[in-house]
């Protein structure tokens, strides 16, 4: 071996790799017609990040050498990372048909045909690779990663515990493998693994990627936004980055920044779903619609699309109920939504530990995170004192963030036993629960933000109910969905996975004890007009589309002196509406922001001053509208064919206005 290959070798293992590039360069020009060389060279350049260059040189390294196995086993690497999928799979057959089941190339021809969505052949190609060199521990990474990525979480962790194990502290293994605490809901244990990858690796952007969220799940918010503006740092077209630093920012209520991370994503990778998603998302949450027709039409049918090839769909469920999307589209997502959530749950199904029915009362579990001052909670503090106690035991299952609300303290109070769940893992609860012989798990608003859908998937009560969501969980382990005629008429049925129960009139609980202060503040200190009409519409802003405003605009015009009372959104999201209104050519002083009230009953006696409440389409009011009603105010709504479109009009059949 020559002086100047031995300083190559010496500057590429000492990572000097600019020097070794230019000794490569050297190198080259000398034995031009040396294959060795240029294979060289290309794992020089492939050290340094440049795949384009290194498929070059790893090119002409074949054309000189193309019985070299090694050679070929390194180019299937390197023309997967240049995007060149088809010469990676004929390099790696070339590779198999002079050297069968060689470890190597069977785990490079594995992460091709990852790329490439053939994925049970990608798991094969692992395993045949690990059952021909059992201590290969990027083998074991390269399974675990694929089994994480189909949410098989015990197998994951077995897969890179095992990578561990035989290559102590490997960096990437220990980022995965945080990965993979963090989807089993252990964020702690997640966090953990995370810095332990980065003590090994500092610039390593997946495990500060996962450290950001495994911290933004403990609630760790500037930790977790530094971890992640590190990862962009580290890696400015890293997409997932900018995507998660996006969320990280949304979870904040800081929906501009947000905005802003997601777009820079999409400009590094316009047809990534998940960034699509979330920045149709956001600009729903802002009233932005600087593009809205064109985003969610490719939105749609990106979901359409993905569910019809039974490729990963970028929305989620409760996204798709405030989209224009079918009762069929949001089924399908539904069903691959709960289908990742059982796969990631790896106890088996409690069965055997439920109780037999027999002369004792039924055993009724209330599974929620909103026993507080929130939506849900609002609407049923009113109903678990009402059951039968001859009858029924009703449990508090209960992993809500607890306040000093009234809310809160009638809905404790009207079970027979609270079971505090919140310290417990997901399938900690589900022992749990299982152990307090539950009947009926009745699972309140499972896809809501701060769910944990995981209980329910590990089956710990015989017969499981979805409450309180507006569309079905498409999940096998939820039996039964609690509608009514309105909200689910005939023909909606094959729309659900669930079997459909009927409440009459209304499936909506409301609270008869609701109080209502006494009126004291007129209309001038809401800053609404003595004389002119004024229509209501207290829906979140998020509910609010451009066609929804267009239909107001049209309705305020035809109503001289009229006002639109609406909920405050906050600065951005104000400021937007009333740009909107007077593009349509609307005066945009007509549009009032009805701030914050301490208390609900303020903000009943407050709607007194309104003369009718105006629903928003797709996703309609629900405790807004009972709200409305309860203070004798009217209420329009305008039913379309989803289950969140006809809950106003469930609300108004229930009050006898048909």
Known sequence: MSTLWQQTEAALRAGRLDQAAQLGQALVQTEADNGAAWYLLGRIAARRGRWPEAARHLEQALRLAPDRVDVLATAVEVFRRAGRLPEALAAADNALQRQPEQPAVLNNRGLVLQDLGRWAEAEDH?????????????????LGKTLLLHDRLAEAITSLQTALRLQPGYPQALAALGQAWRLACRPQQAVECLRAALRGQPDLPAALLNLGNALSDLGQMDEAEASLRRAVTVRPDYVAGWHDLGALY???????????????????????????????????????????????????????????????????????CRLPTTNADRLGIARQFAGRLARRVSAAPLRGSYPPLGKDRLVIGFLAHEFRNAVAGHLMKGLFHRFDRRRFEVLALDYSEPDASDVRRRILAGCDRVIDLRPLSPAEAARRIAAERVHILVDINPYMPGGRPEIAAARPAPVQVSYMYPATTGAD???????????????HESFFSEKLVYLPPSYLPTDADQPIAP????????????????????NAPDKIDPDVLTAWVRILQAVPGSVLWQKDGGAVVNANLRREAEQRGLDPRRLVFAPSLPSTAEHLARQRCADLFLDTFIHGAHATAVDALW???????????????RVGASVLTAAGLT
């Open 477 to 491: 382990f939820i039996d039964y969905f609690l509608t009514d005629p309105v909200v689910t008429p005939p023909g």
């Open 126 to 142: 692992f395993r045949r690779a690990i059952a021909r060199q059992p201590s290969y521990a990027l083998a074991h990474l390269n």
């Open 519 to 538: 009126e004291t503040l007129g209309r001038e200190h809401w800053g609404l007009p003595t004389d002119g009409f004024v229509f209501a519409s207290f």
């Open 631 to 645: 203070a004798g105010l009217p209420v329009l709504t305008c039913p379309g064919d989803t289950f969140a479109s």
């Open 250 to 320: 949304e979870r904040c209520e800081r929906l501009p920044e947000a905005l802003a991370a997601y777009r820079q994503a999409l400009s590094l990778h316009p047809e990534h779903g998940p960034a699509l998603a979330s920045l149709v998302n956001a600009q729903r949450r802002l009233c932005d619609w600087t593009d809205w027709p064109a985003n969610v039409e490719r939105l749609v049918q990106r979901v359409r699309a993905d569910l019809a090839a039974d490729r990963p769909c970028p929305l989620w469920p409760l996204a798709s």
